[in-house]
């Protein structure tokens, strides 16, 4: 984490959320959950329009559904994270 923040990703906005995601830190939310999710709905509705493909945004999205299905709605947005580590098979902090 700190190799990256401190080089390409230096940012105060990569570090703030690296932090959070490193630490699962995801309370009090700056942002929530349902907030985030509505803003790569209208990011993917953007590019439906368009006709733009974005893949990732998808999986952003549907990791965000997973998350405000196990009750995370009061959790910063950032919490998504929690389901990639859990997909993945890795136990919480």
């Not at 999710?37 to 439906?48: S, T, Y």
């Not at 299905?69 to 009061?74: I, L, N, R």
């Amino acid at each position: 984490m700190e190799l990256l923040t401190n080089s390409l990703f230096a940012a105060p906005v990569y570090k703030t959320y690296a932090t959070l995601v490193a630490t699962e830190k995801f309370e009090p939310a700056g942002f929530k959950l349902p907030l985030g999710l509505k803003d790569v709905c209208l990011v993917l509705a953007a590019a439906d329009a368009k006709r733009v493909p974005m893949p990732v945004a998808g999986v952003i999205r549907d990791h965000m559904l997973t998350g405000l299905a196990k009750g995370m709605d009061e959790l910063d947005w950032s919490s998504f994270s929690r389901v990639i580590a859990e997909n993945a098979g890795l136990k919480p902090a």
